[in-house]
């Protein structure tokens, strides 16, 4: 018995247009898994790459912090595939200013993708999920660091890893894991436009042990863990996916 296989599993993945996401959505589908893709931004050439490995997947345009919009991914995944068994939370945001020049609307932007769209989307998950579901919600290591000019980002990946602890422990019984991997520094769109500053670059280097940035695939593979039996006594737990950074902080 493969304890990875995932053969017979329906995934939802948000944020998975491009990047961490992407590279999770692939990966669930590699191990068997139909996947649905969840974004703002267009999905289609994730979607094709899932049924050229076999697998069925559709898009479908999501604002996570808008409970209609969930509730129609949701409701849109059950009716096309009859089930949902294994939700990837991984939409999310980083906009790093001093906190002086954070607005209030900038605030509420990543609170509300960051934070509330995790609780929004497992909220209508666990409506349907059957005992066996996982749900998996990609926080941050700035849950646990103080990260400069990214008062919103830290605060609302901190929500997230209580938000997990809670979900975990209320749901146990009915057979549905909830837990949360919190990476570091990973080459993604969204980190790339931060890593263009060869200062912040240069820091961020030091500050790993393992001398480089992760890839998505060093995500998937920690996500495919937690979603399959090979987790199954796995639950309301924080998996650390950092090449070190925390260990030496």
């Known amino acids: 018995m493969n304890l990875f296989d995932l053969s017979g599993k329906v995934a939802i993945v948000t944020g998975a247009a491009r990047g961490m ?29 899932i049924i050229a ?24 995944t059950v009716k096309k595939f009859g089930k949902l068994d294994i939700l990837v939370n991984n939409a999310g945001i980083y906009r790093p200013m ?8 900038d605030w509420e932007k990543t609170i509300d993708i960051d934070l509330k769209g995790v609780f929004l989307c497992s909220k209508e998950a666990v409506k349907v999920m059957k005992s066996g579901s996982s749900i998996i919600n990609i926080s941050s290591i700035a ?8 008062v919103a980002y830290c605060a609302a990946k901190g929500g997230v890893r209580a938000f997990t602890k809670s979900l975990a422990v209320e749901v146990v019984k009915q057979g549905i894991r909830v837990n949360s991997i919190h990476p570091g520094a990973i080459e993604t769109p969204m980190t790339a436009g931060v890593m263009k500053d060869e200062k912040m670059k240069a820091a961020t280097l030091q500050g790993i042990p393992a001398g480089r940035m992760g890839k ?34």
């Open 21 to 49: 996401g992407q590279g999770i959505a692939l990966e669930l589908a590699a191990q068997g898994a139909d996947v649905v893709v969840s974004d703002v931004l267009p999905g289609d050439e994730t979607v094709k790459s």
């Open 53 to 76: 490995l076999g697998r069925k997947s559709f898009y479908i345009k999501t604002d996570v912090s808008n409970e209609r919009q969930v509730k129609r991914l949701i409701s849109q």
């Open 98 to 105: 001093p906190t002086s020049n954070t607005s209030e609307k």
């Open 143 to 150: 849950a646990m660091v103080g990260f400069p000019q990214a």
């Open 216 to 249: 998505p695939i060093e995500i998937a593979g920690p996500v495919v863990f937690l979603a399959s039996n090979a987790a199954s006594y796995i639950t309301g737990e924080e998996l650390v996916v950092d090449g070190g950074w925390i260990a030496s902080s």
